[in-house]
Protein backbone atom coordinates (compact mmCIF):
# COMPACT_ATOMS: atom_id res chain seq x y z
CA UNK A 1 0.00 0.00 0.00
CA UNK A 2 1.25 3.64 -0.55
CA UNK A 3 2.71 5.11 2.70
CA UNK A 4 0.58 8.19 2.78
CA UNK A 5 -3.02 8.13 3.48
CA UNK A 6 -4.60 9.49 -0.02
CA UNK A 7 -6.97 11.35 2.54
CA UNK A 8 -4.84 13.86 4.72
CA UNK A 9 -1.27 12.15 4.15
CA UNK A 10 -1.19 10.34 7.53
CA UNK A 11 1.72 7.81 7.70
CA UNK A 12 -0.05 4.15 6.87
CA UNK A 13 2.93 2.57 8.12
CA UNK A 14 1.34 3.07 11.66
CA UNK A 15 -2.05 1.90 10.16
CA UNK A 16 -4.57 0.16 12.84
CA UNK A 17 -5.12 -3.54 10.81
CA UNK A 18 -8.47 -5.86 11.31
CA UNK A 19 -10.06 -8.26 9.67
CA UNK A 20 -13.48 -7.89 8.22
CA UNK A 21 -15.08 -10.20 6.38
CA UNK A 22 -12.41 -11.61 5.54
CA UNK A 23 -10.21 -8.28 4.17
CA UNK A 24 -7.46 -7.04 5.86
CA UNK A 25 -8.43 -3.17 6.61
CA UNK A 26 -6.18 -0.84 7.17
CA UNK A 27 -7.27 2.27 9.27
CA UNK A 28 -5.40 5.81 9.15
CA UNK A 29 -3.93 6.95 12.55
CA UNK A 30 -4.87 10.27 11.63
CA UNK A 31 -8.24 10.38 11.06
CA UNK A 32 -9.29 6.52 11.01
CA UNK A 33 -9.80 6.48 7.33
CA UNK A 34 -10.48 2.84 6.42
CA UNK A 35 -8.79 1.00 3.18
CA UNK A 36 -9.08 -2.74 2.04
CA UNK A 37 -5.82 -3.75 1.34
CA UNK A 38 -6.88 -6.17 -1.47
CA UNK A 39 -8.61 -3.36 -3.33
CA UNK A 40 -7.94 0.13 -1.68
CA UNK A 41 -11.09 0.92 -1.65
CA UNK A 42 -12.40 2.76 1.82
CA UNK A 43 -15.90 3.59 2.94
CA UNK A 44 -15.02 7.40 2.76
CA UNK A 45 -15.35 6.94 -1.03
CA UNK A 46 -11.27 7.67 -1.49
CA UNK A 47 -9.32 4.87 -2.42
CA UNK A 48 -5.35 4.21 -1.69
CA UNK A 49 -3.34 2.98 -4.05
CA UNK A 50 -2.76 -1.15 -3.16
CA UNK A 51 0.49 -3.84 -5.01
CA UNK A 52 0.00 -7.23 -4.66
CA UNK A 53 2.72 -8.86 -2.39
CA UNK A 54 4.08 -12.61 -3.16
CA UNK A 55 6.20 -14.37 -0.48
CA UNK A 56 8.39 -17.08 -2.46
CA UNK A 57 11.14 -19.36 -1.13
CA UNK A 58 11.40 -17.02 2.00
CA UNK A 59 11.25 -13.54 0.23
CA UNK A 60 8.79 -11.21 -0.62
CA UNK A 61 8.02 -9.66 -4.21
CA UNK A 62 6.06 -6.36 -5.13
CA UNK A 63 4.49 -7.51 -8.05
CA UNK A 64 4.64 -3.21 -9.82
CA UNK A 65 3.17 -2.94 -13.86
CA UNK A 66 5.91 -2.43 -16.32
CA UNK A 67 5.15 1.59 -15.96
CA UNK A 68 5.08 1.69 -12.56
CA UNK A 69 8.28 2.90 -10.68
CA UNK A 70 9.12 2.07 -7.08
CA UNK A 71 11.71 2.90 -4.54
CA UNK A 72 12.93 1.09 -1.01
CA UNK A 73 12.56 3.74 1.60
CA UNK A 74 13.64 1.60 4.47
CA UNK A 75 13.53 -1.60 6.54
CA UNK A 76 13.35 -1.01 10.30
CA UNK A 77 12.48 -4.47 12.09
CA UNK A 78 11.58 -3.67 15.90
CA UNK A 79 12.60 -6.03 18.54
CA UNK A 80 9.14 -7.07 21.13
CA UNK A 81 11.06 -9.04 22.81
CA UNK A 82 10.45 -8.45 26.34
CA UNK A 83 13.39 -9.04 29.18
CA UNK A 84 10.99 -11.10 32.22
CA UNK A 85 12.63 -11.35 35.43
CA UNK A 86 11.79 -14.18 37.56
CA UNK A 87 13.30 -13.19 40.57
CA UNK A 88 12.25 -13.15 44.72
CA UNK A 89 9.64 -10.32 44.26
CA UNK A 90 8.68 -11.61 40.70
CA UNK A 91 5.79 -14.22 41.51
CA UNK A 92 4.38 -12.48 44.73
CA UNK A 93 1.08 -11.06 45.02
CA UNK A 94 1.09 -7.51 45.97
CA UNK A 95 -2.06 -6.36 44.57
CA UNK A 96 -5.69 -5.82 46.08
CA UNK A 97 -8.14 -8.67 45.29
CA UNK A 98 -7.71 -11.75 43.66
CA UNK A 99 -5.69 -11.82 40.04
CA UNK A 100 -8.42 -11.41 37.16
CA UNK A 101 -9.54 -14.11 35.50
CA UNK A 102 -8.65 -14.92 31.22
CA UNK A 103 -12.68 -14.05 30.91
CA UNK A 104 -12.34 -10.99 33.36
CA UNK A 105 -13.12 -7.30 31.38
CA UNK A 106 -10.51 -5.07 30.27
CA UNK A 107 -11.03 -2.94 33.11
CA UNK A 108 -10.78 -5.17 35.45
CA UNK A 109 -7.42 -6.34 34.47
CA UNK A 110 -6.42 -2.61 34.06
CA UNK A 111 -7.21 -2.08 37.61
CA UNK A 112 -6.10 -4.84 38.72
CA UNK A 113 -2.18 -3.93 37.02
CA UNK A 114 -2.32 -0.68 38.38
CA UNK A 115 -3.03 -1.53 41.86
CA UNK A 116 0.00 -4.09 41.65
CA UNK A 117 3.12 -2.09 43.09
CA UNK A 118 5.93 -4.96 41.81
CA UNK A 119 7.16 -3.84 38.61
CA UNK A 120 8.27 -7.29 37.40
CA UNK A 121 4.91 -8.14 37.95
CA UNK A 122 3.09 -5.70 36.36
CA UNK A 123 5.45 -6.05 33.17
CA UNK A 124 4.32 -9.86 33.03
CA UNK A 125 0.70 -8.63 34.40
CA UNK A 126 0.40 -6.27 31.29
CA UNK A 127 2.28 -8.01 28.31
CA UNK A 128 -0.38 -11.31 29.29
CA UNK A 129 -3.48 -8.71 29.21
CA UNK A 130 -2.44 -7.31 25.72
CA UNK A 131 -1.60 -10.96 24.34
CA UNK A 132 -5.34 -12.09 25.42
CA UNK A 133 -6.93 -9.12 24.28
CA UNK A 134 -5.58 -9.06 21.04
CA UNK A 135 -5.87 -13.23 20.70
CA UNK A 136 -9.73 -12.88 21.67
CA UNK A 137 -10.02 -9.93 19.07
CA UNK A 138 -10.00 -12.16 16.30
CA UNK A 139 -12.57 -14.93 17.93
CA UNK A 140 -16.44 -15.06 18.43
CA UNK A 141 -15.91 -14.37 22.01
CA UNK A 142 -13.95 -10.69 22.25
CA UNK A 143 -12.70 -10.04 25.90
CA UNK A 144 -15.31 -7.69 27.07
CA UNK A 145 -14.68 -3.82 28.30
CA UNK A 146 -16.58 -3.81 31.23
CA UNK A 147 -17.17 -0.07 31.82
CA UNK A 148 -18.18 0.89 35.48
CA UNK A 149 -17.19 -2.39 36.46
CA UNK A 150 -13.74 -1.69 38.03
CA UNK A 151 -12.13 1.91 38.88
CA UNK A 152 -8.31 3.10 38.66
CA UNK A 153 -6.34 3.98 41.79
CA UNK A 154 -6.05 7.30 42.97
CA UNK A 155 -2.02 7.02 42.47
CA UNK A 156 -0.63 3.53 41.25
CA UNK A 157 0.94 2.04 44.10
CA UNK A 158 4.92 1.48 44.65
CA UNK A 159 7.22 -0.65 46.52
CA UNK A 160 7.88 1.31 49.76
CA UNK A 161 11.94 0.91 49.02
CA UNK A 162 11.82 3.41 46.14
CA UNK A 163 12.90 6.75 47.30
CA UNK A 164 10.44 8.98 45.94
CA UNK A 165 11.14 12.55 45.79
CA UNK A 166 10.28 16.11 44.28
CA UNK A 167 10.86 15.53 40.69
CA UNK A 168 13.24 19.03 41.17
CA UNK A 169 14.68 17.06 44.24
CA UNK A 170 16.29 14.35 41.55
CA UNK A 171 20.10 15.12 41.31
CA UNK A 172 21.41 15.50 37.73
CA UNK A 173 22.04 13.06 35.81
CA UNK A 174 24.84 14.70 33.94
CA UNK A 175 25.60 14.43 29.84
CA UNK A 176 26.27 10.81 30.32
CA UNK A 177 30.29 11.16 29.54
CA UNK A 178 30.79 8.66 32.84
CA UNK A 179 29.29 5.31 33.47
CA UNK A 180 27.53 6.92 36.87
CA UNK A 181 25.85 9.52 34.37
CA UNK A 182 24.46 6.98 32.10
CA UNK A 183 23.12 5.16 34.63
CA UNK A 184 21.15 7.99 35.98
CA UNK A 185 19.89 8.64 32.63
CA UNK A 186 18.64 5.18 32.55
CA UNK A 187 17.10 4.67 35.88
CA UNK A 188 15.27 8.11 35.18
CA UNK A 189 14.04 6.52 31.72
CA UNK A 190 13.19 3.62 33.38
CA UNK A 191 10.64 5.21 35.73
CA UNK A 192 9.31 7.15 33.43
CA UNK A 193 8.13 3.92 31.36
CA UNK A 194 6.82 2.30 34.87
CA UNK A 195 4.43 5.35 34.81
CA UNK A 196 3.76 5.44 31.49
CA UNK A 197 2.41 1.78 31.70
CA UNK A 198 0.36 2.96 34.42
CA UNK A 199 -0.79 5.85 32.37
CA UNK A 200 -1.70 3.55 29.37
CA UNK A 201 -3.78 1.07 31.02
CA UNK A 202 -5.29 4.41 32.82
CA UNK A 203 -6.57 6.06 29.71
CA UNK A 204 -8.83 2.52 29.09
CA UNK A 205 -10.16 2.35 32.74
CA UNK A 206 -11.00 6.02 33.47
CA UNK A 207 -12.24 6.44 30.27
CA UNK A 208 -14.38 3.25 29.54
CA UNK A 209 -17.34 4.98 29.55
CA UNK A 210 -16.74 7.68 27.27
CA UNK A 211 -19.26 8.85 24.76
CA UNK A 212 -18.46 11.89 22.05
CA UNK A 213 -20.28 15.14 22.25
CA UNK A 214 -23.66 14.87 20.17
CA UNK A 215 -23.40 17.16 17.37
CA UNK A 216 -27.23 17.65 17.22
CA UNK A 217 -28.24 21.26 18.00
CA UNK A 218 -30.27 20.97 21.46
CA UNK A 219 -29.46 16.78 21.75
CA UNK A 220 -27.81 15.55 25.07
CA UNK A 221 -28.27 11.93 23.64
CA UNK A 222 -26.26 10.29 20.88
CA UNK A 223 -22.79 10.51 21.19
CA UNK A 224 -20.45 7.45 20.20
CA UNK A 225 -18.63 5.04 22.60
CA UNK A 226 -15.37 4.47 21.88
CA UNK A 227 -14.62 2.22 19.38
CA UNK A 228 -12.81 -1.39 20.77
CA UNK A 229 -9.96 -0.27 18.48
CA UNK A 230 -9.32 2.44 21.12
CA UNK A 231 -8.84 -0.19 23.47
CA UNK A 232 -6.49 -2.17 21.55
CA UNK A 233 -4.46 1.22 20.94
CA UNK A 234 -3.64 1.74 24.19
CA UNK A 235 -3.08 -1.67 25.68
CA UNK A 236 -0.33 -2.35 22.85
CA UNK A 237 0.97 1.25 24.01
CA UNK A 238 1.29 -0.30 27.40
CA UNK A 239 2.73 -3.38 26.22
CA UNK A 240 5.41 -1.71 24.58
CA UNK A 241 5.69 0.71 27.63
CA UNK A 242 6.54 -3.00 29.45
CA UNK A 243 8.62 -3.62 26.76
CA UNK A 244 10.94 -0.46 27.34
CA UNK A 245 10.95 -0.60 31.67
CA UNK A 246 12.28 -4.50 31.08
CA UNK A 247 14.78 -3.82 28.48
CA UNK A 248 16.12 -0.74 30.96
CA UNK A 249 16.07 -2.43 34.04
CA UNK A 250 17.67 -5.47 32.79
CA UNK A 251 20.52 -3.01 30.96
CA UNK A 252 20.79 -1.22 34.48
CA UNK A 253 21.83 -4.55 36.04
CA UNK A 254 24.11 -5.35 33.16
CA UNK A 255 25.87 -2.20 34.24
CA UNK A 256 25.89 -2.85 37.40
CA UNK A 257 22.98 -1.33 39.11
CA UNK A 258 19.27 -1.53 39.37
CA UNK A 259 15.92 -0.14 38.68
CA UNK A 260 15.51 1.70 42.76
CA UNK A 261 18.94 2.35 43.28
CA UNK A 262 18.37 5.91 42.71
CA UNK A 263 15.55 8.60 43.82
CA UNK A 264 12.28 8.58 41.41
CA UNK A 265 9.63 10.76 41.40
CA UNK A 266 5.85 10.70 40.21
CA UNK A 267 5.86 14.41 38.10
CA UNK A 268 4.13 12.13 35.40
CA UNK A 269 1.36 11.01 36.92
CA UNK A 270 0.69 14.09 38.48
CA UNK A 271 0.43 16.06 35.48
CA UNK A 272 -1.97 13.86 34.45
CA UNK A 273 -4.15 13.65 37.62
CA UNK A 274 -5.04 17.42 36.27
CA UNK A 275 -6.67 15.57 33.30
CA UNK A 276 -8.84 12.63 35.00
CA UNK A 277 -11.91 14.61 34.04
CA UNK A 278 -11.77 14.52 30.53
CA UNK A 279 -10.06 12.32 27.98
CA UNK A 280 -9.35 15.10 24.89
CA UNK A 281 -7.00 16.87 27.49
CA UNK A 282 -5.83 13.46 29.05
CA UNK A 283 -4.51 12.87 25.37
CA UNK A 284 -3.26 16.42 24.75
CA UNK A 285 -1.42 16.67 27.78
CA UNK A 286 -0.02 13.36 28.42
CA UNK A 287 0.52 11.68 24.53
CA UNK A 288 1.02 14.84 22.78
CA UNK A 289 3.02 16.90 24.83
CA UNK A 290 4.69 14.55 26.99
CA UNK A 291 5.21 11.97 24.92
CA UNK A 292 5.94 14.17 22.14
CA UNK A 293 8.81 15.94 23.95
CA UNK A 294 10.20 12.58 24.58
CA UNK A 295 10.82 12.35 20.35
CA UNK A 296 12.79 15.65 20.80
CA UNK A 297 15.08 14.29 23.51
CA UNK A 298 15.57 10.85 22.52
CA UNK A 299 18.45 11.69 19.60
CA UNK A 300 20.20 13.55 21.70
CA UNK A 301 20.39 11.41 24.38
CA UNK A 302 21.15 8.27 22.29
CA UNK A 303 24.32 10.59 20.32
CA UNK A 304 25.99 10.59 24.17
CA UNK A 305 25.48 7.18 24.48
CA UNK A 306 26.94 6.86 21.38
CA UNK A 307 29.76 8.88 21.99
CA UNK A 308 30.30 7.19 25.20
CA UNK A 309 30.51 3.92 22.87
CA UNK A 310 27.84 2.36 24.77
CA UNK A 311 26.47 0.82 21.73
CA UNK A 312 24.23 -1.67 23.57
CA UNK A 313 21.77 1.33 25.37
CA UNK A 314 21.95 2.85 22.10
CA UNK A 315 20.43 -0.49 20.26
CA UNK A 316 17.98 -0.19 23.53
CA UNK A 317 17.12 3.89 23.64
CA UNK A 318 16.96 3.62 19.20
CA UNK A 319 14.02 0.51 19.50
CA UNK A 320 12.20 2.78 22.79
CA UNK A 321 12.39 6.09 20.51
CA UNK A 322 11.10 3.74 17.35
CA UNK A 323 8.10 2.75 19.26
CA UNK A 324 7.15 6.04 21.02
CA UNK A 325 6.55 7.48 17.76
CA UNK A 326 3.69 5.54 17.39
CA UNK A 327 2.43 6.22 20.85
CA UNK A 328 2.49 9.73 19.83
CA UNK A 329 0.66 8.69 16.75
CA UNK A 330 -1.83 6.80 19.06
CA UNK A 331 -2.62 10.46 20.81
CA UNK A 332 -3.07 11.94 17.37
CA UNK A 333 -5.51 9.42 16.29
CA UNK A 334 -7.58 9.16 18.99
CA UNK A 335 -7.94 12.85 19.46
CA UNK A 336 -8.64 13.42 15.61
CA UNK A 337 -11.25 10.44 16.02
CA UNK A 338 -12.65 12.79 18.68
CA UNK A 339 -12.96 15.69 17.30
CA UNK A 340 -13.96 14.24 13.85
CA UNK A 341 -17.40 12.92 15.91
CA UNK A 342 -17.50 16.08 17.62
CA UNK A 343 -17.19 18.52 14.71
CA UNK A 344 -14.04 20.37 16.44
CA UNK A 345 -10.42 21.10 15.03
CA UNK A 346 -8.02 19.09 17.04
CA UNK A 347 -5.16 21.42 16.88
CA UNK A 348 -7.64 23.69 18.14
CA UNK A 349 -8.49 21.39 20.42
CA UNK A 350 -5.14 20.29 21.97
CA UNK A 351 -3.87 23.94 22.05
CA UNK A 352 -6.72 25.13 24.35
CA UNK A 353 -6.27 21.77 26.38
CA UNK A 354 -2.42 22.84 26.60
CA UNK A 355 -3.43 26.62 27.85
CA UNK A 356 -5.55 24.91 30.28
CA UNK A 357 -3.98 22.11 31.93
CA UNK A 358 -0.36 22.59 30.95
CA UNK A 359 2.59 25.09 33.52
CA UNK A 360 4.86 26.95 31.23
CA UNK A 361 5.86 26.78 28.03
CA UNK A 362 6.15 23.48 25.53
CA UNK A 363 9.47 24.53 24.51
CA UNK A 364 11.78 23.52 21.84
CA UNK A 365 14.42 22.41 20.02
CA UNK A 366 11.58 19.94 18.80
CA UNK A 367 12.13 16.95 16.68
CA UNK A 368 9.89 17.86 13.73
CA UNK A 369 10.66 15.05 11.57
CA UNK A 370 9.45 12.49 13.87
CA UNK A 371 6.68 14.74 14.95
CA UNK A 372 5.63 15.31 11.84
CA UNK A 373 5.92 11.18 11.42
CA UNK A 374 3.43 11.33 14.15
CA UNK A 375 0.81 13.52 12.66
CA UNK A 376 1.91 16.65 14.37
CA UNK A 377 2.92 19.16 12.05
CA UNK A 378 3.76 23.18 13.71
CA UNK A 379 0.61 24.34 13.80
CA UNK A 380 0.05 21.95 17.22
CA UNK A 381 2.84 23.54 19.60
CA UNK A 382 4.77 26.30 17.84
CA UNK A 383 4.37 29.21 20.21
CA UNK A 384 2.28 27.26 22.60
CA UNK A 385 2.05 28.10 26.49
CA UNK A 386 -0.21 27.23 29.71
CA UNK A 387 -1.85 29.37 31.28
CA UNK A 388 -1.34 27.61 34.83
CA UNK A 389 1.61 29.08 36.94
CA UNK A 390 4.86 27.52 37.06
CA UNK A 391 5.99 26.47 40.31
CA UNK A 392 9.73 25.82 41.52
CA UNK A 393 10.58 22.48 40.46
CA UNK A 394 7.80 21.76 38.13
CA UNK A 395 7.82 19.01 35.41
CA UNK A 396 7.61 20.90 32.04
CA UNK A 397 8.49 17.92 29.93
CA UNK A 398 9.31 14.57 29.53
CA UNK A 399 8.09 10.91 29.06
Sequence with gaps: MEQECPHAGGPMSDAQIDIEDSSYIASCPWHAYDFNLDTGASSYGVRACVFPIRSRTGKLYLELEDDQGATLESIEPISEKVKYKHGSRAATTDTVGSRPSDDASVCEWCAYI?????????????????????????????????????????????????????????PSAGRGGTLKSRIAMLHALANIEQWAIDLAL?????????????????????????????????LKVANDEAKHFSLLRSRLEELGSYFGALPVHHGLWQSAEMTNEDLRARISIIALVHEARGLDVNPVTIDRFRKAKDLDSVDTLEVIHRDEITHVTTGHRWLSWICAQEGTDPVDVFRKNVMKHFRGAVKGPFNAEARQQAGMDGSYYEDLAGSMPVRGGDVIAGG
Aim: with cysteine; hydrophobic share 35%; charged share 25%.
Design 114 to 170: LNTADPESKIELTTRLFSLFATREQTAEPMPIGAGTASPPSIPPRHDDLQTVKPWEI
Design 202 to 234: DICVRFAGFQTKSTAEGQKDGGLALPRTYFYDW
